[in-house]
């Protein structure tokens, strides 16, 4: 089974600023097939970026994805309001499919 | 437009059954593995089962090995999870997940609590 880390556990930031999200994978993720989503209190899941680097529709050019074999990042260029919440990455390459932690991102 | 749509959750007591089913749509059911994941209130997210396209091939979770099943019907392009033996620590939202062309995508969810 594949161990996502997710680093750091929690983050305080303000609008506007620029982040980093880093997913740290136990072992190569088969064919890149990483996934970053954004989740809200009470709201399912929200998939941001796919196979590590693509933008899912509908996804704002704020959010983009790299990396690969083992290390990936998600970066949001400058946060807005509405981007504050949970954030978890998966891989979705092998069985048991798994995921990270999740890194919460609050408002300073 | 790939759309999936969970139902079938309720309140439920320790030991009893329940069975959530998830309706597909806008893609190649029969086509695709088919999974269902679980996030226990205030949890993370959990991987629970996966099932291959013509429904011969299946895996668990060893927390739920035993006690869930799942299962597919293709001709009406729905997945199952039948659910037996319930414990309060099985009480979480369940969603399925269908990978289509290496997108994931996930239903809305369905909320099963396990409770007297």
């Known amino acids: 089974e594949i161990v996502l880390t997710q680093s750091p556990g929690t983050l305080s930031l303000s609008p506007g600023e620029r982040t980093s999200l880093s997913c740290r994978a136990s072992q190569s993720v088969t064919g890149n097939y990483l996934a970053w989503y954004q989740q809200k209190p009470g709201q399912a899941p929200r998939l941001l970026i796919y196979?590590?680097?693509s933008r899912a529709t509908g996804i704002p050019d704020r959010f983009s994805g790299s990396g690969s074999g083992t290390d990936f990042t998600l970066t949001i260029s400058r946060l807005e309001p509405e981007d504050f919440a949970v954030y978890y990455c998966?891989?979705?390459?092998?069985?048991?499919?798994?995921f990270g932690q999740g890194t919460k991102l609050e408002i300073k | 437009e790939v759309q999936l749509v969970d139902s079938g959750g309720g309140l439920v007591q320790p030991g009893g059954s329940l069975r959530l089913s998830c309706a597909a749509s806008g893609f190649t059911f029969s086509s695709n593995w088919m999974h269902w994941v679980r996030q226990a209130p205030g949890k993370g997210l959990v991987w629970v089962s996966r099932?291959?396209?013509?429904?011969?091939?299946?895996i668990y979770a060893d927390s739920v090995k035993g006690r869930f099943t799942i299962s597919r019907d293709n001709a009406k392009n729905t997945l199952y999870l039948q659910m037996n033996s319930l414990r309060a620590e099985d009480t979480a939202v369940y969603y399925c997940v269908g990978v289509v062309m290496i997108i994931p995508h996930w239903g809305q969810g369905t909320l099963v609590t396990v409770s007297s």
């Open positions: 099932i291959s396209g013509d429904g011969t091939n299946t």
């Open positions: 998966q891989q979705y390459g092998s069985v048991p499919q798994t």
């Open positions: 196979g590590a680097s």
